[in-house]
């Protein structure tokens, strides 16, 4: 870890504010400790606490990612078995006028025409947009985009 990514372990953010010696926070005193710099901006003392603390921080990021890692293989099937549903559902709902017309009867029969008026109702509307959301947000989980 460079210099200035542990004195910021230790340090108020603001570095223009930052004075000379030590620059960890002392909250206690409520000012910066200012004693003599050993090593990039921090006293001997606030380097290890500085240390310690970039360490708990890297600990709880990988444990806070190996229980997201766990749930995400936990859940990964069911999602692309939902997942799955959702697509053919939206298929259903909006693919004939694309993939196969004469499954339905050809272009022009009334089986298309009454397909037609009931893909642009507004229920059938409003289901496709919930199916859309779902399928994003779906592929966003198993991409694993989204913490657990
Ligand atoms: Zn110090």
Known sequence: MDDL???????????KNWKDGCVAWVESRDSQCGKKRSEGFLCSRHISVAKRRAEARAAKLEAYQARKKIFHDKHISEWRERLDG????LERRTGVLTTDRAAYGGVGTPAIARHNQRQFSDSNVERVG????????????????HGA
Do not use: T, Y
């Open 5 to 15: 990514s542990l004195a910021l372990q230790v340090a108020l953010g603001n570095q």
């Open 86 to 89: 959702v697509e053919a559902e």
């Open 130 to 145: 919930e199916l859309i959301r779902e399928k994003e947000s779906l592929e966003s989980k198993i991409a694993g985009v």
